[in-house]
């Protein structure tokens, strides 16, 4: 099983600020990696997919990049609804598919 | 628009069964793999099971294999999870989630809002 490790678990952040959070893979997982947002009590969403291409109707303000084992999703400018956790995924070795554990976007 | 409405969570004791429920629509259900995907009290999300499209190919986790049995009814637009013999680590947030085609890509472009299980005695 491919094991996705994120940090920092917690980001504390101003809107308007830059956020990059990372992704790191156990073993190269290619290009075969997602980013979802997620919000209390709400449906996550998908962001990114194979590493670094917007899934429909996300602001350029989202950007992934990374390949094999290292992984980013940058933020550029954090807009008040984008404080949120975020999940990393692999479909590159599965079953199973797996999530990291996540990084907490939190307002400063 | 996408819609995934699940439904079927609730509380249960250990050892029993429980079957939830996510009716699809806004797009042809019938040709899209449709996943189920947890979030435990405080946890991250854990991929459960997947169903492709058309193939009838089914996928399971190791920490729900054997217990859970995902099942499809494309004529009702509806994907179902069967729960047996359930354990208080099962307790969650249940989603079902779209994949983006026929076969499984495990790319997840539409979720549901979730259905609370909770296995407590």
């Known amino acids: 099983e491919i094991v996705l490790t994120q940090s920092p678990a917690t980001l504390s952040l101003s809107p308007g600020e830059r956020a990059t959070l990372s992704c790191r893979a156990s073993?190269?997982?290619?290009?075969?990696l997602a980013w979802y947002q997620h919000k209390p009590g709400q449906a996550p969403r998908l962001l990114i997919y194979?590493?670094?291409n917007r899934a429909t109707g996300i602001p350029a303000r989202f950007s992934g990049s990374g390949s094999g084992t290292d992984f980013t999703l940058t933020i550029s400018s954090l807009e008040p609804e984008d404080f949120a956790v975020y999940y990393c995924?692999?479909?590159?070795?599965?079953?199973?598919?797996?999530f990291g554990g996540g990084t907490k976007v939190e307002i400063k | 628009e996408v819609q995934l409405l699940e439904s079927g969570g609730g509380l249960v004791q250990p050892g029993g069964s429980l079957r939830l429920s996510c009716a699809a629509s806004?797009?042809?259900?019938?040709?899209?793999?449709m996943s189920w995907v947890r979030q435990a009290p405080g946890k991250g999300l854990e991929w459960v099971s997947a169903f492709s499209g058309s193939g009838g190919s089914t996928y399971y986790a190791d920490s729900v294999k054997g217990r859970f049995t995902v099942s499809r009814d494309n004529s009702k637009n509806t994907l179902y999870l069967q729960m047996n013999s359930l354990r208080a680590e099962d307790t969650a947030i249940y989603y079902c989630a779209k994949d983006t085609g026929n076969i499984v890509a495990a790319i997840f472009d539409s979720w549901g809002q979730g259905t609370l299980v909770t296995v407590s005695s």
């Open positions: 073993q190269s997982v290619n290009r075969f």
């Open positions: 806004g797009f042809t259900f019938s040709t899209y793999s």
């Open positions: 995924q692999q479909r590159s070795n599965w079953p199973p598919v797996t």
């Open positions: 194979d590493a670094s």
